[in-house]
């Protein structure tokens, strides 16, 4: 009986052993930082908010006043990322520099994946903080959630009133949901390195000309504003993967 009961601490004292120095070694990983930068153009130009008159790929000019977006569950080969412990990063147009910054462990890889939108769990988690604030003016209601991309500004070739163009584009239920993943690999199968004490930089470029052009044709003449889930969201939602290029990788100590 004493000696099965040694066996048997015996083999806990093991265990205990190989979990401690797994914990130990998962606690010396080496990790470098991801930077995940956001630039924005149209018509092979930098977007200039209110400034500046771009033309679409049928033609209409615009002028764009206002340029967000949510990002979230950024992972890169499948592996998920957080940053800051918030789950979702609101890109805005107007800020100067639209950066964030991922800890990763060293090594190399290929793919960078992320949600264009906000999932139904935070849709339906109440009032909250940080990037998901509703004082960030891109949620419409409790029962209708976030705005998952918002565009606004001005065209000539608008119906609405004022020559406005408004797209409000979202939605998260059912049928309706406007989220989308957007996978992007390096180019020229060309890997990104992380190492310790390195950044490395991703510049992501986001073209609008992509926006009107891509699975589906959205015409300013034809639709200039939309502000509600689903119908004309989900067209939209459906050239969201071809917004995004992968535009430089750079690495800096």
Not at 81 to 86: E, F, G, M, P
Not at 152 to 172: C, K, M, N, P, V
Not at 180 to 199: A, D, H, Q, S
């Amino acid at each position: 009986m004493i000696k099965k009961g040694y066996h048997y601490i015996k083999r806990i004292s093991i265990l205990l052993f190989l979990l401690t120095t797994g914990m130990n070694l998962l606690g010396q990983q080496k990790t470098g930082t991801l930077q995940i930068r956001f630039m924005h153009t149209a018509g092979n130009q930098p977007l200039v908010l209110r400034d500046s008159t771009y033309i679409n790929p049928f033609g209409e000019s615009y002028v764009v006043s206002k340029l967000k977006y949510y990002i979230g569950e950024i992972s890169v080969d499948n592996r998920k990322l957080v940053a800051d412990s918030n789950d979702y990063y609101l890109v805005n147009a107007a800020n100067e520099e639209n950066s964030i910054d991922l800890k990763i462990q060293n090594g190399t890889y290929n793919t960078l994946e992320f949600l264009l939108g906000v999932d139904s769990t935070h849709n339906c988690s109440g009032a909250q903080t940080g990037a998901l604030d509703p004082m960030n003016d891109m949620f419409w209601t409790w029962n209708s959630g976030y705005i998952f991309f918002k565009m606004e500004g001005s065209s000539d070739s608008s119906h609405a009133d004022l020559q406005r163009i408004e797209y409000h584009i979202g939605g998260y239920k059912g049928s309706n949901n406007a989220a989308r993943k957007i996978k992007l690999t390096m180019p020229k199968e060309e890997n990104f390195r992380i190492k310790e004490n390195t950044v490395t930089t991703i510049v992501i470029e986001t073209n609008l000309d992509h926006f009107w052009k891509g699975k589906n044709d959205i015409k300013i003449s034809e639709m200039a504003a939309w502000m509600s889930p689903g119908g004309f969201s989900l067209k939209v939602a459906d050239n969201f993967q071809g917004l995004f290029s992968v535009k430089e990788i750079s690495k800096q100590p």
